[in-house]
């Protein structure tokens, strides 16, 4: 496929309320990387983009957002593992507090060139919840 595509992976760490008490958070990201150039537009004809020759895919930017903002809470650029192969990384503390996060990726090739981004994927990390009230014994 030409678009890099990104799906959220979810570790389970310790027990799932003590994972949701602590943040900054870990989260473990996992996708496909580019193996296609996208298609262009020669005299409004499309044609084919081609293959990513080996070696030519430079780098992946990672980005994480709160839900809505437009301005990231975390990036990072990172080696690829090569064109069309699957890959994970951990990014550790890029999850400040509780909400709702979307990440996309982005493919860099040598030279710079970078794609558009990647389909958005969501992930939602709740904090600890308050204790139960009004407890009575009958």
Known sequence: MKRFFLIIALLAAGTAAQAQQNFPRDITISWTNASEYEDVLVNGVPEPGGPIEAGDLDAVRIEIYRQNDVAPVFTATIPDTGEGAAQTEV???????PGTYRIEGYSIVIGGAESDASESAFKK??????????????
């Open 91 to 97: 990014f550790q503390q890029a999850i400040p507090r």
């Open 125 to 138: 990390y709740t904090g600890k919840p308050r204790t139960i009230v009004n407890v009575t014994i009958q």
